[in-house]
Antibody, heavy 123, light 108 residues
């Protein structure tokens, strides 16, 4: 059974870099043609798409964060990671990693989620 | 960017009621529309993909419909565990996606 687990610091200082890792168990992130995604949710707000990475390393980011975000794969550890630079209080959120499943590579959806990790940006 | 707008933002209903949530896209997304349920402190759960296909394990009282720009999620005979926040999400612009702002379904 596929499982995802986020990990990383829960507190980051303003202007510093937020780094999170998603560890995947139950499947190899490099052997199957899936997208893997990061999503965040500020306190008492809705879901915001951050970006996706394909199993071959190709990335796509939401325009509003593109200048500050990067997502990468570590196939040796079966993990993918998120880096967000120059953080401010507005980046305080629960951060989720998820798998993008599909039907016949036509319809895509987020079918497996991590439990989420809270990141607070504060000095 | 494709903008997704849900209505209403919040909704009160009673156990046994039937409710409908609407999602509108800023451009045609044909049937590339998914619905998620989120309970407090939990990750979202996929309910419906491709506008109307029920994810495995989701009760049949959940149904989705629509195409183009207008979509609906209907929950018939509400159960206590259905009170949650619901989000739509477009996958037309894969692998860039966007969510609606959410609809909070509360017990009346």
């Amino acid at each position: 059974q596929l499982q995802l687990q986020e990990s990383g610091p829960g507190l980051v200082k303003p202007s510093e870099t937020l780094s999170l890792t998603c560890t995947v168990s139950g499947d190899s992130i490099s052997s199957t043609p899936y997208y893997w995604a990061w999503i965040r949710q500020p306190p008492a707000k809705g879901l915001e798409w951050i970006g996706t990475i394909y199993y071959d390393g190709y990335t796509h980011y939401t325009p509003s964060l593109r200048s500050r975000v990067s997502i990468s794969l570590d196939t040796s550890k079966n993990q993918f990671s998120l880096r967000l630079t120059s953080v401010t209080a507005a980046d305080t959120a629960v951060y989720y990693c998820a798998r993008v499943g599909s039907v016949r590579s036509v319809y895509y959806y987020l079918d497996v989620w991590g439990e989420g990790t809270t990141v607070i940006v504060s000095s | 960017d494709i903008q997704m707008t849900q209505s209403p933002s919040s909704l009160s209903a009673s156990v046994g009621d039937s409710v409908t949530i609407t999602c509108r896209a800023s451009q045609s997304i044909t049937s590339y529309l998914n619905w998620y349920q989120q309970k407090p402190g939990k990750a979202p759960r996929l309910l419906i993909y491709a506008s109307s296909t029920l994810q495995s394990g989701v009760p049949s009282r959940f149904s989705g419909s629509g195409s183009g720009t207008d979509f609906t999620l209907t929950i018939s005979s509400l159960q206590p565990e259905d009170f949650a926040t619901y989000y739509c999400q477009q996958s037309y612009s894969t692998p860039l996606y966007s969510f609606g702002q959410g609809t909070n379904l509360e017990i009346k």
